[in-house]
């Protein structure tokens, strides 16, 4: 099975900071990547699909990009409303499997 | 409004079933594939079984043989049976609609949730 590896498993910025969380696919899954948030104890949030595409309603401080076996999340000015835990997930066939999750905090 | 909503969750004994249900209201139901995705308390997310807009069926392997996915479209409402649990099948179970009718799309609405405790 493809394994999907976030780095790093959690991070502390300053708000307003630029953020960058990568995700990596032990074989190509050309753009068949996915970006989710989850604010604790809340339900998780597309945010990103196609590894570029922005969901609707995402704010535009998110983005993605990357294809094959490399990919990256972006938060162009980190806010505090942005404290959660990020998750990539490959959909390009089963299973479709998560990376293990970023956690973003505030400084 | 797009919604999803789960039902079927509880406490149940090693060894032991149960059926969650997911409710789904706002969208063409047959008209997308529906899965599954667990998270255990205090871990991360895990796929655990889609049914496509065709009735095709997949499975993580973790549940593969105890867990059996299926749909509805008459009544809107997606079901996951649980058979054989363990104590690692205790996790929130929530449903989430795909973004398109195969089994190869985003998740772009999730449901609130449906606890499965596992113990005796």
């Known amino acids: 099975d493809i394994q999907m590896t976030q780095s790093p498993s959690s991070l502390s910025a300053s708000m307003g900071d630029r953020v960058t969380i990568t995700c990596r696919a032990s074989?190509?899954?050309?753009?068949?990547l996915a970006w989710y948030q989850q604010k604790p104890g809340k339900v998780p949030r597309l945010l990103i699909y196609?590894?570029?595409t922005l969901q609707s309603g995402v704010p535009s401080r998110f983005s993605g990009s990357g294809s094959g076996t490399d990919f990256t999340l972006t938060i162009s000015s980190l806010q505090p409303e942005d404290v959660a835990t990020y998750y990539c997930?490959?959909?390009?066939?089963?299973?479709?499997?998560f990376g293990q999750g970023t956690k973003v905090e505030i400084k | 409004e797009v919604q999803l909503l789960e039902s079927g969750g509880g406490l149940v004994q090693p060894g032991g079933s149960l059926r969650l249900s997911c409710a789904a209201s706002?969208?063409?139901?047959?008209?997308?594939?529906m899965s599954w995705v667990r998270q255990a308390p205090g871990k991360g997310l895990e796929w655990v079984s889609t049914?496509?807009?065709?009735?095709?069926?997949y499975y993580a392997d973790s549940v593969k043989g105890r867990f059996t996915i299926s749909r509805d479209n008459s009544k809107n409402t997606l079901y996951l049976q649980m058979n054989s649990l363990r104590a690692e099948d205790t996790a929130i179970y929530y449903c989430?609609?795909?973004?398109?009718?195969?089994?190869?799309?985003?998740?772009?609405?999730w449901g609130q949730g449906t606890m499965v405790t596992v113990s005796s």
């Open positions: 989430a609609k795909d973004l398109g009718r195969g089994s190869g799309a985003a998740f772009d609405i």
């Open positions: 196609a590894a570029s």
């Open positions: 074989r190509g899954i050309s753009n068949y």
């Open positions: 049914i496509d807009g065709g009735d095709a069926t």
């Open positions: 706002g969208f063409t139901f047959s008209s997308y594939a």
């Open positions: 997930q490959r959909y390009n066939s089963a299973p479709r499997t």
